[in-house]
T-cell receptor
């Protein structure tokens, strides 16, 4: 069974540009999460989908970030326009249930904003 | 005060020794606790989870939970150089995980 996959693995863009990150969760996992780790800091929660619905987006830093999950399958995270402080590693995770259920992480997308 | 605290290390142990990794958390209502291992540039990989007070063993790994003292620990017996990685403690906060900053473990041959 395939794990969580993310695309691209790396992205280098200039300040002001737009970037879209994609996550494909483990098949059958209704719960999908986005996390981010910026340099020197701990991994921080961004948001949580249950199927196609946003359950919690309290961790989204500002309105430059937009997450979608079409049809409850894969998810995209768009940053528009990107700023220098958006640089970091963006992880996606999925789980079968929530509230204590094990989350499995993807390999992450390393975003560098110049 | 950080919600989940870990000593950043590095924690250096000789091959074959026991490595002890510790984590404290602030939310007394937390119910589920996870240890992830992360090799440089790779995804966090789940190695243990624990819900109840006491010890939970899985192979060379033992997780220990003390809810009264709000700490979780991970013991790695017979440490191997391949165990060298960053170990992340994560606490379930309802519908998200709250992570500590991680402890870097170095196992020297």
């Amino acid at each position: 069974e395939a794990g969580v996959t993310q695309f691209p693995s790396h992205s280098v863009i200039e300040k002001g540009q737009t970037v879209t990150l994609r996550c494909d969760p483990i098949s059958g996992h209704d719960n999908l999460y986005w996390y981010r780790r910026v340099m020197g800091k701990e991994i921080k929660f961004l948001l949580h989908f249950v199927k196609e619905s946003k359950q919690d987006e309290s961790g989204m830093p500002n309105n430059r970030f937009l997450a979608e999950r079409t049809g409850g399958t894969y998810s995209t995270l768009k940053v528009q326009p990107a700023e220098l402080e958006d640089s970091g590693v963006y992880f996606c995770a999925s789980s079968q249930d929530w509230a204590g259920n094990t989350q499995y992480f993807g390999p992450g997308t390393r975003l560098t904003v110049l | 005060q950080k919600e989940v605290e870990q000593n950043s290390g590095p924690l250096s142990v000789p091959e074959g020794a026991i490595a002890s990794l510790n984590c404290t958390y602030s939310d007394r209502g937390s119910q589920s606790f996870f240890w992830y291992r992360q090799y440089s540039g790779k995804s966090p990989e789940l190695i243990m989870f624990i819900y109840s007070n006491g010890d939970k063993e899985d192979g060379r790994f033992t997780a220990q939970l003390n809810k009264a003292s709000q700490y979780v620990s991970l013991l790695i017996r017979d440490s191997q150089p391949s165990d060298s990685a960053t170990y992340l403690c994560a606490v379930d906060a309802g519908n998200m995980l709250t992570f500590g900053g991680g402890t870097r473990l170095m196992v020297k041959p």
